[in-house]
């Protein structure tokens, strides 16, 4: 168990910055998410950390000691790669017995611990399997195992779930947490899916072109995200900008939305709603519904405004009176306004 | 698979794979089945000779200890140049595999096949002007050492292993970057993070994955250089009689070619026994 710690990464890649100046502290023993969309430099700093990426300039901490000079095999780390990596030469307690042949651990002790991790991850009975025999999430427990088993300072996880379907990475994302709280690893873990990382991590970061917009617990980051990247990245956001008035803010158009706290303001897409009829409520405006989507319990209405693309999302009930097509009114709750800075 | 082919896919199987199995058959299987008659016969059945049926043949490799002599003499050469071509091949493989990237690659897999575009005789040659006494390796080893060094390295069996190692060397390499590419990097950073050093996983790793590739580039080459003939013949000189060169002689200039004909079926044999003993070997290395 340890804190890790970055101050100011920075890595190129010809032209492209992956990591811009990345400084930031993953807390001992906590699941730490590192979100955004691909090309945003998530892989990189986890590679960085774990050593397999050199960066330009800026250091990597490990319990407060510098590891630079640190090679990969040195670290104590233990790494998820994002297609399991299993080594198909060996069996399932094999792969998972790897790391603590190469630490030399005596053989009968090896057996006892690889049982015991088999257990956690509940493939007791798997050992003797070669990896090929295994299904997708079968495959991602041995991965698991094979890197809690040497007891690691941090577990680095790189998109471990995106390989498997819908309804197993639910699942999974549950075992995930289950063994994560059981060994109590500091967990660094990367994904491209804002829920998987909501639902995973008592913190997040969220990264875009190689910088971090913003960190903290997703709860507070979900709620209170600042800035437009960030409102519209986690979850579905609508944007409004327009310029401050002594009553609101008046938008392109001319509407006066009163309340509004900043010049740009974002309505999530579940907060918005639809009527056919001139609402009371004092936030509205006028807009075209291009498409209703059906998805189930939850359904999603596209609409225009003034060139402005709009989603909003919810139960499928709600948007019933409504037609496929066609002029709508919009309107929101005054404390549904979420205040974002300029970006 | 095949069992369960409807009809008209079944006949479009057998029409794309006659052409090739026809060929097969007229190129290997009718003259090795004249040869295998012809070791059988007393003399050739053709410029008027008499002939008979006869097993003489086969009995005079086991009447004449030489021939026994200069097969094991020919089989130490194969397992020779094969250790040696997988030695110097097997690194070069896993450079071009796993540590060279984009255009330089490209160059040197270049290199590595241009011995496969030119004549085979005219590589050879080229060895002879390299390898004799004065030649250029002799004169250049000259002129850096400050003593006096007579190198002949010509018509010696070293010359022979030389000659053969750079005819056979692209095979293993070939094989070995095959299985080396089809290794995922992150096998490799996989157990990086798990503590091994480089050579925990080239043994436990990367040598096992890459076995079949390296066994059958050591196979293709094994096999043809127990018979080779050209280059004992040419670097060998006076010291370059093998069995391969024996089998040569009966057809070239002694015209005994029932002769030759059975001691190539004997080579065959013993070839497919070795590779046969050591197959249980093989298969473990490859599962």
Redesign the interface.
């Given at each position: 168990m340890a804190v890790v710690r970055t101050e100011g990464l920075v890595k190129t890649y010809g032209a492209t910055r992956a990591l811009d100046d990345i400084t930031l502290t993953f807390p001992d023993g906590g699941f730490f998410g590192l979100l955004g969309p691909s090309g945003s430099g998530k892989t990189t700093l986890l590679r960085a950390i774990?050593g397999?990426v050199i960066p330009d300039s800026g250091r990597v901490f490990i319990d407060d000691a510098p590891v630079e000079n640190v090679?990969?095999?040195?670290r104590?780390?233990?790494?998820v790669?994002?297609?399991y990596?299993?080594?198909?030469?060996m069996t399932v307690a094999g792969n998972v017995g790897?790391?603590l042949e190469?630490?030399k651990v005596p053989a009968a002790e090896r057996k006892r611990r690889v049982a015991e991790v088999l257990d956690l991850v509940q493939l007791g009975e798997l050992g003797d399997r070669k990896p090929h025999e295994l299904s997708g999430g079968q495959r991602q427990r041995v991965a698991m195992a094979?890197?809690i088993v040497?007891r690691p300072r941090v577990l680095?996880l790189d998109e471990p779930l995106s390989a498997l379907d819908k309804s197993l990475r639910v699942e999974m994302q549950i075992e995930l947490k289950r063994i994560q709280r059981e060994v109590g690893i500091t967990t660094i873990f990367v994904t491209h899916d804002q829920e998987e990382a909501l639902t995973l991590s008592d913190q997040i970061g969220i990264l875009r072109d190689g910088r971090l917009v913003r960190h903290g617990p997703p709860r507070e980051v979900y709620d209170n995200p600042r800035d437009p990247f960030t409102a519209q990245f986690l979850g579905e956001a609508n944007l409004f900008s327009g310029t401050p008035e002594p009553g609101g803010l008046r938008l392109a158009d001319g509407t006066l939305i009163p309340g509004a706290p900043t010049a740009t303001i974002a309505v999530r897409a579940e907060d918005l709603r639809i009527t056919l009829d001139e609402p009371a409520a004092p936030i509205r405006l006028r807009a075209r519904l291009r498409q209703r989507i059906f998805a189930g319990a939850m359904g999603t209405c596209v609409l225009d405004w003034r060139g402005n693309p709009l989603k909003a999302i919810g139960r499928d009930q709600d948007f019933a009176g409504l037609p496929a097509q066609g002029d709508v009114w919009l309107s929101w709750d005054s404390a549904d306004m979420i205040p974002l800075s300029e970006g | 698979m095949s069992g369960s082919l409807a009809r008209t896919d079944r006949l479009r199987a057998l029409a794309l794979l006659s052409p090739a199995y026809l060929w097969l058959m007229a190129a290997v299987f009718l003259p090795l089945s004249a040869m295998a008659f012809f070791s059988f016969l007393s003399d050739v059945p053709f410029g008027g000779r008499d002939w008979q049926f006869t097993l003489d043949n086969y009995r005079a490799f086991l009447e004449t200890p030489t021939y026994a002599t200069l097969l094991w003499k020919s089989v130490k050469l194969g397992l020779i140049v094969t250790a040696l071509s997988v030695l110097i091949g097997f690194p070069c493989a896993y450079v071009l595999a796993k540590v060279v990237r984009g255009r330089s690659r490209e160059a040197l897999f270049l290199l590595v096949i241009l011995p496969f575009w030119s004549n085979s005789l005219v590589r050879i040659f080229s060895w002879a002007i390299v390898l004799r006494g004065n030649g250029i390796l002799g004169s250049t080893v000259d002129a850096i050492l400050p003593w006096d060094v007579r190198l002949n390295l010509m018509f010696s069996p070293t010359a022979i292993v030389i000659g053969l190692v750079h005819s056979y060397l692209p095979y293993v390499i070939l094989t070995s970057y095959l299985a080396l590419q089809a290794i995922?990097d992150?096998?490799i950073?996989?157990?990086?993070?798990?503590?091994?050093?480089r050579r925990?996983i080239l043994r436990?790793?990367i040598l096992?994955?890459a076995a079949p590739g390296i066994i059958a580039g050591a196979v293709l080459i094994f096999v043809p250089v127990v018979g080779s003939f050209m280059e004992p013949r040419i670097l060998g000189g006076r010291r370059g009689t093998y069995y391969g060169t024996v089998i040569e002689d009966q057809f070239v200039a002694v015209f005994n070619w029932p002769l030759g004909a059975a001691l190539s079926f004997i080579l065959l044999a013993v070839v497919l026994g070795i590779l046969a003993l050591a197959s249980p070997a093989i298969r473990r290395a490859t599962l």
């Open positions: 774990a397999f090679p990969v095999e040195a104590e780390i233990g790494m790669f994002q297609n990596a299993l080594f198909p030469n790897f790391g190469v630490r094979r890197a040497t680095l | 995922d992150s096998l950073e996989a157990a990086r993070s798990l503590g091994a050093r925990t436990r790793l096992p994955l």
